[in-house]
């Protein structure tokens, strides 16, 4: 079954600098990748997605991920960070075959001012 | 558009009884999905279904029933309820094989 590994539990990074979340992925065949945050006692909101096409791809509030197919990884990233920005973050994976995704276990991004 | 709604947003229940979540959303999409969220785990995959009258099990199904009669409406049963189930809950819907959206959540403590 396919699987997602987010290798590190919290990130922090200054406001303003450039921040990376980092996700990586096991699945059989042709991906789904997708990012989601989660602000706290809320649901998930959807971030970014890729299908196919363009390595690199531009979602919500300027946050952007580049697949990498060799490096079977899909890293968030954000030129300039805000305060904000802090908040749960997670990678999911859906084979294309089927509809079960499967999310790693989250990254907590704190962006201090 | 509601977008996907959950009910209750809280519940609390003994070991041993039973409750179903409800959940609709009001976008046509033919998938819809429940996870489970424990700290640490991220989100978890119970059940799905890709339409009405079809479903499926996800990673963690066991204690748990759906059905899917209409496309709006997916409510997710626990038939005896225990303490392992106390978990946070949500509810999501999308079109095949792309992003989901997720409903607001149901916070569950058996006690």
């Known amino acids: 079954a396919q699987s997602v590994a987010q290798p590190e539990d919290q990130v922090n990074v200054a406001e303003g600098n450039p921040l990376t979340v980092k996700c990586t992925y096991s699945?059989?065949?042709?991906?789904?990748l997708f990012w989601y945050v989660q602000y706290p006692n809320r649901g998930l909101q959807f971030l970014l997605k890729?299908?196919?096409?363009?390595?690199l791809v531009k979602g919500s509030y300027g946050f952007e991920a580049e697949f990498n197919k060799s490096q079977t990884s899909f890293h968030l990233k954000k030129p300039s960070a805000l305060v904000s920005d802090s908040a749960l973050y997670f990678c999911?994976?859906?084979?294309?075959?089927?509809?079960?995704?499967?999310f790693g276990a989250g990254t907590r991004l704190t962006v201090k001012p | 558009n509601a977008g996907v709604t959950q009910t209750p947003k809280f519940q609390v229940l003994k070991t041993g009884q039973s409750m179903t979540l409800q959940c609709a959303q009001d976008m046509n999409h033919e998938y819809m999905s429940w996870y489970r969220q424990d700290p640490g785990m991220g989100l978890r995959l119970i059940h799905y279904s890709v339409g009405a009258g079809i479903t499926d099990q996800g990673e963690v199904p066991n204690g748990y029933n759906v059905s899917r009669s209409t496309t709006e409406d997916f409510p997710l049963r626990l038939l005896s309820a225990a303490p392992s189930q106390t978990s946070v809950y949500f509810c999501?819907?999308?079109?095949?094989?792309?992003?989901?959206?997720f409903g607001p959540g149901t916070r569950l403590t058996v006690t």
């Open positions: 699945v059989s065949g042709n991906p789904y």
């Open positions: 890729y299908i196919t096409g363009d390595n």
């Open positions: 999911a994976v859906m084979p294309h075959n089927n509809n079960d995704m499967r």
């Open positions: 999501a819907s999308g079109r095949t094989g792309q992003e989901q959206y």
